[in-house]
């Protein structure tokens, strides 16, 4: 089970609590909303360890004696609920993934693991925007997708001074003002610092 000693803020757990419960009606809500509202200020309050930013599936279905799967229902339907957040929070939650995250390359896509459901859904939605696909078949949280697509994304984000920083940056300027080849070249040694500051300044961030 979690730690309850773990709460940052019990009296924030309890007054977040009764404000949601009593919202319809004292026993109006269904238990999976009660079971989503508690999950969600669980992780709030950080009663599963580490950040609530970055949610460990693998360990809170641990700590919950719950399958995976239902801890990412839980996740995504707490997020959309009570712990929503908007795109540019979305696009820092990304690079903070991109810093600390580890992939997987083949010679034209890249692979990365995305536990956050509202991330991902973010990130498809991102990757819709630009026309791209992307593959989950094998995974729900891993994410299979082009160099090309992931490229096309980043550059969706990025504003003129962006782009200036960024080659700045990397020290490099395109001799026909296509910045994806560049991109590209980039994201495929994402791994490395240096390249972790460039999608940072891309990013515009």
Known sequence: MPNISQIQ????FAQ????????SGFGGMQKRDLDTLVFGLLLKYGAFGGSADSPDVTEISFQLGISPARVRNL???AQLRYLQYDEHE???RL????????????ESHIIFSVSDPLLQQYFIHWVSRVRGF????????LIKVSYDVLADVLLSFADRKALTVFL??????PENNNFKPLVIEFIKDVATGTVIAGIQALLGF
């Not at 977040?16 to 919202?23: C, K, R, V």
């Not at 989950?136 to 949280?141: G, K, L, Q, S």
């Open 134 to 141: 992307h593959d989950t078949t094998f995974n729900p949280n």
């Open 90 to 92: 979305a696009k820092v």
């Open 95 to 106: 690079l903070r993934l991109f810093e600390t995250c580890r992939f997987e390359r083949t």
């Open 168 to 173: 700045d940056k990397i020290d490099k300027r």
């Open 9 to 12: 803020n019990s009296h924030g």
């Open 75 to 77: 996740l995504r339907d």
């Open 16 to 23: 977040d609590f009764l404000t949601h419960y009593f919202a």
